[in-house]
């Protein structure tokens, strides 16, 4: 019972609201004006083709995203395989400019020592045990024991052995390296003897005045012409228990980064 008249209220409801959106409409056409029916219309109207061309546009624009990820991955392989390039012949630059500064630098020395021979060194003792260094000369160039070697700075050490094509080179800071020495200023005389990562200049009078800057040369012998640099007086000890003085000497060549040297032949 209750059931039916609800549902009786609810059509008169219905067509009372019906009747008055009618209404509405009619007064708006006699008016000229657009209806409360015609613009709930447009307006969903409107809404539903926005809402189908916003779904389109994605639709289309993932389709074009998906179908460029193959295309986008083949342009980023070859943009990374011209920068590996790129770096390696940059790198490969940079080590002829090296080797191309490292030949320059040693041009003036094979003009001062005509009879010299340039070499490269290539190889250095994986010990410290002793200070010796490889170069790519041997006997077939015309290098013999106990040749000289330097640099444009100085003194480097000497040869201790020759293959055909390599010599073994005892750098002026190992234990067994003994060279006549000078100190320039004053004609003293002395021994320049390796002491690992140092040189020391012995057996020099005490009358000698030694000073911190003092430059040390070789003196005429076996190996060197006099007046080549060994290195420079850093400290001098002048212990009253000692006959002679003894100096400690920076060498004047930078033994750990030898890359060219001229053997001085004899």
């Known amino acids: 019972m209750y059931r039916d008249e609800r549902k009786l209220f609810a059509l008169l409801g219905v067509i009372i609201i019906a009747a008055l959106l009618a209404l509405v409409q009619i007064s708006a056409a006699r008016s000229g004006r657009e209806g409360p029916i015609i613009w709930l219309g447009s307006s969903v109207a409107v809404f539903l083709e926005d809402v189908a061309t916003s779904l389109t546009r994605g639709v289309r624009d993932t389709g074009g995203s998906v179908l460029s990820v193959p295309q986008l991955g083949h342009e980023n392989a070859a943009l990374r395989a011209q920068n590996e390039q790129l770096a390696a012949d ?14 320059a630098s040693i041009a003036p020395v094979a003009d001062r020592y005509p009879d010299g021979v340039v070499a490269r060194v290539i190889g250095f003792p994986p010990e410290n045990e002793s200070r010796t260094v ?99 007086i850093v400290k001098v000890d002048r212990s009253d228990a000692a006959l002679y003085q003894t100096a400690l000497l920076r060498p004047a060549v930078e033994l750990g980064t030898l890359d060219r040297v001229v053997v001085l032949t004899r």
């Open 90 to 103: 940059n790198a490969r630059l940079r080590e002829e400019l090296a080797q191309y500064r490292a030949a």
């Open 134 to 232: 490889s170069i790519d000369r041997g006997s077939a160039s015309g290098v013999k024991p106990n040749d000289g070697v330097v640099t444009g700075d100085g003194v480097v050490g000497k040869i201790a052995a020759v293959t055909p094509f390599s010599s073994q080179v005892v750098l002026i800071t190992d234990y067994t390296s003994r060279i006549p020495a000078i100190v320039r200023e004053g004609r003293f005389w002395g021994i320049a003897q390796g002491n690992l990562t140092s040189v020391r200049l012995r057996y020099v009078s005490q009358d000698a005045r030694l000073r911190p800057g003092d430059v040390v040369v070789t003196g005429n012998g076996r190996s060197f012409a006099s007046g080549i640099p060994i290195g420079t």
